[in-house]
């Protein structure tokens, strides 16, 4: 009994002064200063393990189908590329900002996880500021965006313009915020990609 209370003391006190801290402020929660490197070990292992857990048992279809690629293009153009940036495009005022900082996925792709890939943009990641796409996307539209975030680091910048010029541009079935375009399946004018003089880019 002796051992079972000393626990139970020593796991009272350690919560006391968790709570203190807490409590006290002392916890930097700025996007401008990193986690220190234990919390962001044990945060970063319990994300990718949280993500390894749920993502198991995904069926992923046929990700090749130049018709998915180029509706994803069109999609990632307007919801992705101020974070995960594209060829040519080396960081936005999104990316520059956020912590911990969005993966460069015109470097990275899916990393050959594409199941990963799907239930990210599917649900996205607490506190980090990834939404949970799957909230106005299909399944059929995210599975569109995998398949272009695969080819995505083969592509330089002009084969990632004419892949968002020849899309069908921000189409995922509700929820989009952009003005009337093309129908499913017709090219994007390239009037409709608009490019900032710092290099960003939309679809209009």
């Given at each position: 009994m002796g051992v079972f209370k000393t626990l139970a003391v020593t796991g009272l006190v350690s919560g006391a002064i968790g709570a203190g801290v807490v409590y006290s402020g002392l916890i930097e929660v700025g996007a401008d200063v990193p986690h220190a490197a234990p919390v962001h070990a044990l945060l970063e292992t319990a994300r990718e393990r949280?993500?390894?857990m749920r993502a198991r048992d995904i069926q992923v279809p046929g990700l090749a189908d130049e018709a998915m690629v180029r509706a994803g293009a069109g999609n990632y153009e307007a919801m992705c590329v101020g974070c995960h940036l594209a060829p040519g495009l080396a960081e936005t005022e999104l990316s520059k900002g956020l912590y911990p900082a969005p993966p460069n996925l015109s470097k990275?792709?899916?990393g050959g996880e594409p199941a990963r890939a799907f239930w990210v943009i599917?649900?996205?990641?607490?506190a980090s500021g990834m939404p949970a796409w799957g909230r106005s996307m299909d399944d059929p539209y995210i599975w569109e965006l995998v398949a272009f975030v695969e080819r995505l680091p083969s592509l330089d910048a002009e084969g990632y313009r004419k892949l968002v010029e020849s899309s069908p541009g921000h189409r995922h079935g509700g929820g989009e915020n952009m003005p009337p375009g093309p129908a499913q399946g017709e090219a994007l004018p390239a009037?409709?990609?608009h490019i900032h003089g710092d290099g960003k880019r939309h679809v209009h």
């Amino acid at each position: 009994m002796g051992v079972f209370k000393t626990l139970a003391v020593t796991g009272l006190v350690s919560g006391a002064i968790g709570a203190g801290v807490v409590y006290s402020g002392l916890i930097e929660v700025g996007a401008d200063v990193p986690h220190a490197a234990p919390v962001h070990a044990l945060l970063e292992t319990a994300r990718e393990r949280s993500i390894a857990m749920r993502a198991r048992d995904i069926q992923v279809p046929g990700l090749a189908d130049e018709a998915m690629v180029r509706a994803g293009a069109g999609n990632y153009e307007a919801m992705c590329v101020g974070c995960h940036l594209a060829p040519g495009l080396a960081e936005t005022e999104l990316s520059k900002g956020l912590y911990p900082a969005p993966p460069n996925l015109s470097k990275a792709g899916s990393g050959g996880e594409p199941a990963r890939a799907f239930w990210v943009i599917k649900h996205g990641i607490k506190a980090s500021g990834m939404p949970a796409w799957g909230r106005s996307m299909d399944d059929p539209y995210i599975w569109e965006l995998v398949a272009f975030v695969e080819r995505l680091p083969s592509l330089d910048a002009e084969g990632y313009r004419k892949l968002v010029e020849s899309s069908p541009g921000h189409r995922h079935g509700g929820g989009e915020n952009m003005p009337p375009g093309p129908a499913q399946g017709e090219a994007l004018p390239a009037s409709k990609v608009h490019i900032h003089g710092d290099g960003k880019r939309h679809v209009h």
